[in-house]
């Protein structure tokens, strides 16, 4: 099976890693009572989480595109489609920065626009994040041995694909994790 599958099928044991890590979230959360058919306001930390998960999904998936698009050896290989798929990463990376950035303000400032739930939400929005990494690396490992199994030797620009996958597993798990969290059961 071909490694990027394998990367594939552990995404999506990533993505139920951390939506079970965020029911756990939701039930240390303090309650909130409202009135039936009346709907909880979305947060400021929300919005920014949705917004930074929006811009960070776009921006790794156009890399994940141009990766596949190209191939893995003609994007170890080729400088431009090397560069371009790591300015597009980096670029998501800085969409995260701004959003870590903004929450601190949020925190800092004293209007009431980021409260105890918030505050519990931030503290376990990484709690799945450990679980998705170690499937996502297992999920390499298992592919790339299978895949080069009669060769034993596997090409080294995997090596940058795996730490490239790691990076973006942290970063969408983390912002993933914010947003189930607060949904309500």
């Given at each position: 099976?071909?490694?990027?599958?394998?990367?594939?099928?552990?995404?999506?044991?990533?993505?139920?890693?951390?939506?079970?890590?965020?029911?756990?979230?939701?039930?240390?959360?303090?309650?909130?009572?409202?009135?039936?058919?009346?709907?909880?306001?979305?947060?400021?930390?929300?919005?920014?989480?949705?917004?930074?998960?929006?811009?960070?999904?776009?921006?790794?998936?156009?890399?994940?595109?141009?990766?596949?698009?190209?191939?893995?050896?003609?994007?170890?290989?080729?400088?431009?489609?090397?560069?371009?798929?790591?300015?597009?990463?980096?670029?998501?990376?800085?969409?995260?920065?701004?959003f870590s950035i903004s929450?601190?303000?949020?925190?800092?400032?004293?209007?009431?626009?980021?409260?105890?739930?918030?505050?519990?939400?931030?503290?376990?929005?990484?709690?799945?994040?450990?679980?998705?990494?170690?499937?996502?690396?297992?999920?390499?490992?298992?592919?790339?041995?299978?895949?080069?199994?009669?060769?034993?030797?596997?090409?080294?620009?995997?090596?940058?694909?795996?730490?490239?996958?790691?990076?973006?597993?942290?970063?969408?798990?983390?912002?993933?994790?914010?947003?189930?969290?607060?949904?309500?059961?």
């Amino acid at each position: 099976m071909n490694p990027i599958l394998w990367l594939v099928v552990a995404l999506l044991v990533a993505g139920v890693i951390v939506f079970v890590s965020s029911l756990a979230t939701r039930r240390q959360l303090p309650a909130v009572e409202l009135p039936d058919g009346e709907k909880l306001p979305k947060t400021a930390l929300q919005q920014r989480a949705a917004w930074a998960l929006l811009a960070v999904m776009v921006l790794s998936l156009a890399a994940v595109g141009s990766l596949l698009f190209f191939g893995a050896e003609r994007w170890w290989d080729d400088d431009a489609v090397r560069l371009t798929f790591t300015f597009l990463l980096l670029a998501a990376l800085g969409v995260y920065l701004v959003f870590s950035i903004s929450v601190r303000s949020l925190a800092i400032r004293d209007d009431g626009s980021f409260d105890e739930r918030d505050t519990a939400i931030m503290a376990r929005s990484c709690a799945g994040v450990g679980g998705a990494m170690m499937v996502v690396v297992a999920a390499w490992m298992i592919g790339l041995v299978e895949t080069y199994h009669e060769t034993r030797l596997i090409p080294s620009y995997y090596l940058s694909l795996i730490f490239w996958s790691l990076v973006m597993t942290n970063v969408i798990a983390s912002l993933a994790g914010i947003l189930l969290a607060y949904r309500r059961s």
